[in-house]
T-cell receptor, first 114, second 114 residues
Framework: GENVEQHPSTLSVQEGDSAVIKCTYSDSASNYFPWYKQELGKGPQLIIDIRSNVGEKKDQRIAVTLNKTAKHFSLHITETQPEDSAVYFCAASGLDGSYGKLTFGQGTILTVHP | EAQVTQNPRYLITVTGKKLTVTCSQNMNHEYMSWYRQDPGLGLRQIYY???????DKGDVPEGYKVSRKEKRNFPLILESPSPNQTSLYFCASRRDGASNQPQHFGDGTRLSIL
């Protein structure tokens, strides 16, 4: 089955700096890669996603890049703000039999210091 | 407002006392799933359902049951809870079983089994 590794487990940055979180996956058939943000007491919220036919996607201060050959993808947050502090999860989705299964990374605790 | 609703949000109970965590979605989604979140392990899938009366095991199904009698509801049942089921649980739904569909999460249920 799919295996997703996420690094780092914790990340501390100063407000205004950039933050990068990296994930690798094992199944070359995976074709969908979402990123979720989880705030305290809340469920994971989708913040950006990328499909395997695209190398990069950007939404304001957030961008995701995908390298299918190397089987890794990354989340980039620019001009970080204290409200970006949360747990971030990457995930990879591919067909498991007849349905799409989402496999998550271990999570990254991002702290943005004012 | 499109949402996934879980109840209860918090529960402390004792070993062996049957409990049910309810999950309901208002998006007419076919696919629903339950996850547990443990520190350092990310989110792991317990059970999923492709549609009414169609359920199957995820990666960590031992000690859990589910049912899908109506499209909107997908309860998680712990027949005889044990301390190792103390965890944070999330219900999720998406439009269908395709692998590249965004998944929507509830706000979680924190279970403590004493």
């Amino acid at each position: 089955g799919e295996n997703v590794e996420q690094h780092p487990s914790t990340l501390s940055v100063q407000e205004g700096d950039s933050a990068v979180i990296k994930c690798t996956y094992s199944d070359s058939a995976s074709n969908y890669f979402p990123w979720y943000k989880q705030e305290l007491g809340k469920g994971p919220q989708l913040i950006i996603d990328i499909r395997s036919n695209v190398g990069e996607k950007k939404d304001q201060r957030i961008a995701v890049t995908l390298n299918k050959t190397a089987k890794h993808f990354s989340l980039h947050i620019t001009e970080t703000q204290p409200e970006d502090s949360a747990v971030y999860f990457c995930a990879a989705s591919g067909l498991d039999g007849s349905y799409g299964k989402l496999t998550f990374g271990q999570g990254t605790i991002l702290t943005v210091h004012p | 407002e499109a949402q996934v609703t879980q109840n209860p949000r918090y529960l402390i109970t004792v070993t062996g006392k049957k409990l049910t965590v309810t999950c309901s979605q208002n998006m007419n989604h076919e696919y629903m799933s339950w996850y547990r979140q443990d520190p350092g392990l990310g989110l792991r899938q317990i059970y999923y359902s492709m549609n009414v009366e169609v359920t199957d095991k995820g990666d960590v199904p031992e000690g859990y049951k589910v049912s899908r009698k109506e499209k909107r509801n997908f309860p998680l049942i712990l027949e005889s809870p044990s301390p190792n089921q103390t965890s944070l649980y999330f219900c999720a739904s998406r439009r269908d079983g395709a692998s590249n569909q965004p998944q929507h999460f509830g706000d979680g249920t924190r279970l403590s089994i004493l």
